[in-house]
């Protein structure tokens, strides 16, 4: 196969993304994707849109029907202590997000890397990344019953938490930071109307709640389960009615029931992987980090880490400065803590720990408290969950 600029690893929402500024910027890649872009589609994820990633999909020319389809949301909902509260992103730091689903976010970008003529190869299997520390690295697959191989500048690691791109990176070099948190998220999708206009957070004495969706007709909702959960034993109905039992007084007459379209459990982990470069492999996205979703984080973590590598790349290629490329694990990291630590947060402030103490249970109570009396805790609540700069 002919070399190269840049192969990109996994066509989720990083790599398309990635691939797709890097096309508009005269950079040449491959895509390696290991599924078929039917499964890619079908995964149910994120759903808020920090305002970097909307101008991320304007910038890469994806953003025409999000900004037709897509919800801005000026605040959300919050009910803690028994207290449904609003924060108010607009008046706090006037900033807003989109509800735009994951979903046809990746379709977008498909579509659009479709209409580039760029390569991507699906159900290309047994990704191999060899020399990295070469300034030609390669990358081995199977495709179609062939093994093939293709030669680079760089390869860009957006293959999320399972992929090969992480693992490649020697032990000895690679530290890990996890906390894996001691219950899941159990979510249902349903062609149903929201139960109110912006997103709802609980903390409830149950567990945990969210109210979220993806059109004025479709909705989606989790709740806080237990990692022993089986979904086989969560009929729809039992779904509604505990999350029902989570909701705002005033909501519970609102919910519309129906059909689920999708339900799953997602555990929840927060995660970094550093150094996010090794040689001329840079991890984007899942490859590199994971945040609990209390956060909205996860996606809008890929799109950021996808615009330093885009910035890099293009000084790289166009102005012949490896500056961008010296400094982009560093600069990537940065806001990935940030957001961790917000997600952390977040997860803490909403969550039941099964096995807390008096004390911290106390702390916990103190610090909803804490944040509804204080203008300065909402606003630093609002200006993490519309996005840090970049
Ligand atoms: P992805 O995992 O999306 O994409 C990686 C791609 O690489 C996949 O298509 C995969 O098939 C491919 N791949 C993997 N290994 C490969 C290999 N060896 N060779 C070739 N290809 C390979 N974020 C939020 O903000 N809000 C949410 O509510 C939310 N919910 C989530 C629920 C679940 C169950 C999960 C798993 C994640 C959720 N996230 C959420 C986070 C999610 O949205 C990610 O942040 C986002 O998908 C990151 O995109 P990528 O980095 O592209 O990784
Ligand atoms: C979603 O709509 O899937 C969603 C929204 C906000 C979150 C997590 C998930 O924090």
């Not at 509800?99 to 760029?118: F, H, I, K, N, P």
Request: hydrophobic residues 40%.
């Amino acid at each position: 196969m002919n070399p190269v600029s840049v192969v990109i690893i996994g066509a989720g929402p990083s790599g398309l993304l990635l691939g797709q500024l890097l096309h508009k910027a005269g950079i040449e890649t491959m895509i390696l994707e290991q599924r078929t872009p039917d499964y890619v589609l079908s995964r149910i994820r994120a759903g808020v849109l920090e305002q970097g990633t909307v101008n991320l999909m304007r910038e890469a020319g994806c953003g025409a029907r999000m900004d037709k389809e897509g919800i801005v949301h000026h605040g959300t909902g919050i009910m803690a202590n028994g207290v449904l509260h609003r924060i108010d992103f607009q008046t706090l730091v006037g900033k807003s997000v989109m509800v735009y689903g994951q979903t046809e976010v990746t379709r977008d970008l498909m579509e659009a890397r479709q209409a580039s003529g760029a390569p991507t190869l699906y159900e290309a299997e047994h990704v191999e990344l060899l020399d990295l520390e070469q300034d030609q690295p390669r990358v081995r697959f199977h495709h179609q019953g062939q093994v093939k191989e293709i030669s680079c500048d760089f390869i860009a690691g957006c293959d999320g938490f399972h992929g090969v791109s992480r693992r490649s990176i020697p032990e000895t070099i690679l530290k890990t930071y996890e906390r894996v948190y001691p219950f899941g998220w159990l979510g249902i999708l349903a062609d149903t109307p929201p139960v109110d206009e912006e997103l709802i957070y609980i903390n409830d004495d149950r567990g945990f709640a969210l109210c979220s969706m993806r059109s004025p007709t479709r909705s989606r909702y989790y709740l806080q389960c237990g990692l022993d959960e089986n979904i086989d034993a969560w009929s729809d109905d039992k779904f509604w009615e505990h999350l029902k039992a989570r909701l705002p007084d005033e909501h519970q007459n609102r919910l519309v029931t129906g059909p689920s379209i999708e339900k799953s459990i997602a555990p929840l982990r927060s995660f970094v992987a550093e150094p996010m470069r090794y040689g001329r492999l840079f991890l984007a996205g899942d490859a590199a980090h994971i945040v609990p979703p209390t956060g909205a984080k996860g996606l809008n973590l890929a799109a950021s880490d996808v615009y330093y590598l885009w910035q890099a790349l293009s000084e790289f290629y166009q102005r012949g400065s490896s500056h961008g490329i010296e400094h982009y694990a560093d600069r990537a990291l940065a806001r990935v803590w940030k957001a961790e630590r917000f997600s952390w947060w977040m997860t803490m402030l909403l969550h039941n720990f099964p096995d807390m103490s008096p004390f911290e249970t106390k702390m916990l109570r103190a610090e909803r408290d804490y944040l509804f009396s204080s203008q300065a805790a909402m606003t630093a609540l609002a200006e993490n969950y519309v996005g840090l700069p970049y």
